[in-house]
């Protein structure tokens, strides 16, 4: 008799209407009982497909069978096998496009909750202190440029192998997009940096402040204190506009500045804290992504009293996760679709009052598969707003590619990396955001990895270390 598995166990959440006002975190995690409940929903395949959909190869059916017989320790070891980072990945993959989606209870039921599982052993083993096991030191010295997620990644793998590794972080606090960009609400930042404490345990060196290619360029890092290799993980942190008449007005934020105000400068809490934030009454945020979700929920618990995802496709196209969708929505944000913003609208002083836009209906698929909108004509109007917050992508910044003129980029100023992460530049090798535009934070953590290990070949090609 074939064995009957029941739905995938919840995840307790705040209120909606309690939680839109606080930014506490939003996701309150499963409980043991609910965590072993869930575990036994895994049917332990032998032909595992979970595996296949996970960027850094997390061990997924046996972690599961360690939760099972409540052996979290034991779990935990095999997720950091390869993941340096599980109780943030629990938190921030897209798990249903990725070991979720091929889980084979997820083709007759709901998948596994494989994310939230991870975020549980995650959460049980971040305030323990584990044995750390690495390889005998090498010698050999490696530079990391940038603590995001691929550069964590990186640097956790290489730490392991033996290697001396020390961070540049050009901000006040290591942590990268996971300190900048994503709320406290969906990941609490003293869980970033717990995860960064265990690395520094692992011998990694971390320098804040340090901007490679103002303060010192890549080629004095070789050639003056002695690093025998790089990674490049710098992300993309450059916000992208429209270019719409009237940008320039006082109200309007790129989302990257909206968001480095309230999580890493803690505006949320001024004047306790230094950083002020222009909020307003009216919000319109520009965009579909996980990036627009977090300003737009971000607006509301800061105090606006309407704010508005402006869209111009359709809810189908919505490139942001379903899970944060729904939670905007709970949380009273209001979805303007098939929406395109053509001006912004000022008055004598210089402030936003309101964003012109126009509606649209879908046409014929583009390039990229999604049905193009097309301008209704005559349906002008105007959106009364005080702030606008631009949320459509990033791209890499140029202060360390201009420095370097032999670091090859293409025509977006990413940096051109091969698939092991090598570069045009000996012994540098990059990945994350910087080489393939906005990403995830699994997939830059996968490339970090993949950078690490090939980093490591190429070291280890040159034989011993001399003095």
Known sequence: MAKIIPKKHAMPHQ??????????????????????????????????????????????????????????????????????????????????????KFCIVGKKNEPVAIGRLERFVGDYIVNKEAAIEKADPTGYKVAIVGSGPAGLACAADLARLGHAVTMFEALHTPGGVLMYGIPEFRLPKHIVQKEIENLKKMGVEIETNAIVGQITSLDELFQEEGFDAAFLGTGAGTPYFMNLPGENLNGVYSANEFLTRSNLMKAYCFPACDTPVKVGKKVAVLGGGNVAMDAARTALRLGAEEVYIVYRRSRAELPARLEEVEHAEEEGVKFLFLTNPTKYVGNEEGWLTGLECLKMELGEPDASGRRKPVPID????????????????????????STTPDLETNKRGNIVADESGKTSKDGVYAGGDVVTGAATVIKAMGAGR????????YLMSKGPKKN
């Open 450 to 457: 993949t950078s690490a290990n090939s980093i490591h070949e």
């Open 15 to 100: 209120d909606p209407q309690v939680r839109a006002k606080n930014f506490q975190e939003v996701a309150l995690g499963y409980t043991e009982e609910l965590a072993l409940a869930e575990a036994e929903r895994c049917l332990n395949c032998k032909k595992p497909l979970c595996k296949q959909g996970c960027p850094v190869s997390v061990d997924i059916p046996e972690f599961i069978s360690l939760v099972k017989e409540r052996n979290f320790d034991e779990a935990a070891k095999v997720i950091k096998r390869t993941n340096a980072l599980p109780a943030v990945c629990g938190r921030v993959c897209p798990q249903e496009s990725q070991c979720e």
């Open 378 to 401: 005559g349906s002008e109007y105007v959106l009364p707003v005080d702030v606008v917050i631009v949320a459509i992508g990033q791209g890499p910044n140029p202060l360390l590619t």
